[in-house]
C-alpha cells in the first residue's frame, strides 16, 4: 500500500501538526497528523468541497486533547494536494484516494466526514472498502435538500476570476454565512486562498471539480448512498445543524432508519458549515460518541 513520506510520531505530548504526504493514483496528498499523548485511537478527517484540511486544525487539536490521534487531508484538487489529471474526481476516485490514507494507519480509524468527505466515508464504509471503528457524517446524509446544494455550488462557483483583496473574499463568506461572527483578521483566510500571478486571490481548489456534479454526487446518487448507508455496521453518528438548508430532518431521519445502529445529535441554530458555526459543541458532542466505542 502507498506509504506517507513522513512516519508517524512516537506519541509526545504536542497537539502541533506534523506534515504528512500519502500517494493515491498517481497524485500527492498532504495532510497533517496531530499525536495524543497515550492515543486512544486514530481519527481520520475529511473536509467538504471547496475546503482544507485547516478547517479540521481546531477539531484535531480538541480531539488530541482528549486522547484521540487525528489525521486531516487534502482532497484532491484542494489545498496543498495536486489536482487531478482530466478532472478525475468522481466518488469511486475519493473513496481510492481515503483507502491510500487508512492504510498507512495501524489500526481500524474513525472516520469523521463532512458534507463530500462525508459522503466518501459513508460509500468506503457501506461497500465494504474500509474496516473502521466508527463513522461521523457531519451535515450530510442519502437524501440532501437541492435548494442547499444549489446554494453551495453557486458560492463555489460565483468569483471565477478571484478576489481584487482579502477583504473582499472576506465579504463573499460574510454573505454567505451571515449568522456567523466574523474573524478578526485574515491570517486563517490566506490558507484557503492563493495570490496567483495575475495579482488576484483565488480560492485553493480546481475550477474543474465543478464540472463532476454537486460536491460531487453525480457518481453518488440517492440509490447508491442509501445502499451505502445500509451496508454499514460500524458505529455511526450524524450531526446536523438546526439551521441546515442541505440535511433536513426529514433526511436525517432516512438515514437512521437506513443504518442499523446509527444516533443523531443537533447543534443548535448552526447551518451546514456546522464546524465552523458552533465548534464547541461539535467538538462536545462528537468525543462524547467516540468514548462510547467499544474497545477493538
Do not use: C
Not at 480546481?206 to 453518488?220: I, K
Not at 450531526?239 to 443537533?266: F, K, M, Q, W
Amino acid at each position: 500500500m502507498n506509504d506517507p513520506s513522513t512516519p508517524a510520531p512516537a506519541a509526545i505530548r504536542t497537539t502541533e501538526p506534523g506534515i504528512v504526504r500519502f500517494r493515491s493514483d498517481g497524485l500527492e496528498l498532504v495532510g497533517e497528523r496531530v499525536v495524543a499523548a497515550e492515543p486512544r485511537g486514530t481519527v481520520v478527517l475529511l473536509h467538504g468541497g471547496g475546503q482544507t484540511r485547516h478547517s479540521w486544525r481546531g477539531t484535531a487539536r480538541r480531539l488530541a486533547e482528549a486522547g484521540w490521534s487525528a489525521v486531516s487531508y487534502d482532497a484532491r484538487g484542494h489545498g496543498d494536494s495536486e489536482w487531478a489529471r482530466s478532472g478525475g474526481y468522481s466518488m469511486d476516485a475519493l473513496v481510492a484516494d481515503l483507502g491510500a490514507v487508512v492504510h498507512t494507519i495501524d489500526e481500524p480509524p474513525v472516520l469523521i466526514g463532512a458534507s463530500m468527505g462525508g459522503l466518501t466515508s459513508l460509500v468506503a464504509v457501506g461497500e465494504g472498502h474500509l474496516d473502521v471503528r466508527g463513522v461521523v457524517l457531519v451535515d450530510v446524509a442519502p437524501r440532501v435538500e437541492p435548494a442547499g446544494l444549489t446554494r453551495i455550488t453557486g458560492f463555489m462557483s460565483a468569483s471565477p476570476q478571484g478576489f481584487a483583496t482579502l477583504e473582499d473574499a472576506a465579504d463573499a463568506i460574510a454573505a454567505y454565512t451571515p449568522g456567523r461572527k466574523r474573524p478578526p483578521g485574515l491570517d486563517g483566510l490566506r490558507k484557503n486562498l492563493r495570490l496567483r500571478q495575475d495579482g488576484r486571490w483565488h480560492w485553493h481548489w480546481d475550477p474543474s471539480f465543478l464540472n463532476f456534479g454537486d460536491e460531487p454526487t453525480r457518481s453518488a446518487r440517492h440509490r447508491r448512498l442509501i445502499e451505502s448507508a445500509a451496508g454499514v455496521r460500524a458505529p455511526t453518528l450524524i450531526v446536523r445543524g438546526t439551521r441546515s438548508d442541505v440535511v433536513s430532518a426529514a433526511g436525517a431521519a432516512e438515514l437512521l432508519s437506513t443504518t442499523p445502529g446509527a444516533r443523531e445529535v443537533t447543534v443548535p441554530g448552526a447551518g451546514h458549515m456546522l464546524v465552523g458555526d458552533d465548534n464547541d459543541v461539535f467538538s462536545r458532542e462528537v468525543i462524547a460518541f467516540l468514548e462510547d466505542l467499544p474497545e477493538r
